[in-house]
């Protein structure tokens, strides 16, 4: 069987071609020109780019493949979570191809891309404790079976990807967050600063990133004579420590041994580290995918949306859009042992 998948929940236009699950071609169109001077992803700016790029990008990806429409058997796109603009455009085109060429048509939960995207390297036992940590979500999930999730924590404002990029910004650093931090922060001092680890009262395993901001923006007035790289040190630090710990409840409360971190926070080196450290101590195994594949992409979209298609499983063309698209039910820890 050979997807077509197509990614454009953001500012990345991606397709991608998989022959029974395995990658033939991965192609994206970063915006991240333009988007640049505003230090964030401008919605309407992303998916009027969207248009630009997606036919384009959809023909390299199928001569980087060696194949043609015409080999085409199904066609997975992104239906959610996302900016509904950018959404559209691939959603849009996915159906079009689909109605078309008369292959089936899945709609993919962008989240679901991301904790599969590591059985493109190789297959993955369940059940599994799942960390996506991004620009737009930073949540737990809990992978009991194939195509069965629940959500176990999340963010209650912002993710850890925007917290790096606002504060990124505020130190000047520029965009994207993340890597400007990761870059800023290379022989700093991560505890010049004093910086909280914030946890949300009553919900252990739920994350907040707001305060942090608050608190570097407080720290720099009362720090004004710090050096840049120890101030960027102590924020990433910050985040990393409260990733980890995260992970390290849910384990204790799941008593998972397998951890998929992924996302494009996940592309973190230090966090990437820590985590590692961690998993090591907790006698679990730690699974990160390459750095390639820790940013959006179509090959994890075309991946779960092949998983589906092969079960037999499709959607129809009046599917839409879904700006926030829950992966699964809210559950606690104690049911899942239960």
């Known amino acids: ?72 058997d199904g066609i997975a796109a992104t239906r959610g979570p996302g900016l509904v603009g950018s959404l559209l455009v691939g959603l ?14 899945v709609g993919v939960n962008h989240i679901e891309g991301h904790l599969l995207s590591i059985e493109l390297e190789g297959p993955l036992e369940r059940p599994f404790l799942g960390l996506v940590v991004s620009g737009g979500h930073s949540a737990l999930y809990w992978a009991a079976a194939d195509g069965s999730y629940a ?16 504060a990124a910004k505020l130190l000047g650093l520029g965009y994207p967050g993340g890597r400007a931090m990761e870059e800023a ?26 305060g942090l901001k608050t608190a570097l923006w407080q720290g720099l007035e009362r720090n004004r004579d710090l050096p840049l790289a120890d101030v960027a040190a102590s924020f990433q630090r910050a985040i990393v420590d409260t990733l980890v710990e995260a992970v390290r409840r849910a384990i204790a409360g799941t008593g998972a041994t397998r951890i998929v971190v992924t996302g494009g926070v996940s592309a973190n080196g230090p966090l990437r580290d820590a985590m590692a450290r961690m998993a090591a101590e907790e006698g679990a195994t730690l699974l990160v995918p390459p750095l390639k594949r820790c940013t959006d992409n179509a090959a994890m979209i075309a991946y779960a949306g092949w998983r589906r298609l092969a079960r037999g499983e499709s959607d129809p063309l009046t ?20």
């Open 151 to 166: 959500v176990l924590g999340q963010t209650r404002d912002d993710a850890a990807g925007e917290a790096f990029d606002k």
């Open 92 to 105: 849009c085109t996915a159906k079009a191809i689909a109605r078309r060429r008369g292959v089936p048509f």
């Open 185 to 210: 922060a290379r022989g700093g001092n991560p505890d010049a600063m004093r910086l909280p680890r914030p946890r949300v009262k009553g919900a252990e395993l739920d994350l907040s990133f707001s």
């Open 1 to 72: 069987m050979i997807v077509l998948g197509i990614e454009s929940s953001c500012d990345d236009t991606g397709a991608a071609v998989l022959r029974d699950g395995r990658e033939l071609s991965n192609v994206v169109a970063s915006q991240e020109a333009v988007h640049q001077p505003f230090g964030g992803v401008v919605p309407e700016l992303a998916a009027r780019n969207h248009i630009l790029h997606i036919v384009p990008v959809i023909e390299r990806a199928l001569e980087h493949a060696g194949v043609t429409l015409a080999d085409v």
């Open 319 to 338: 599917l839409n859009a879904v700006a926030e698209l829950p992966l699964g039910p809210r559950r606690q820890c104690g049911e899942l042992r239960g």
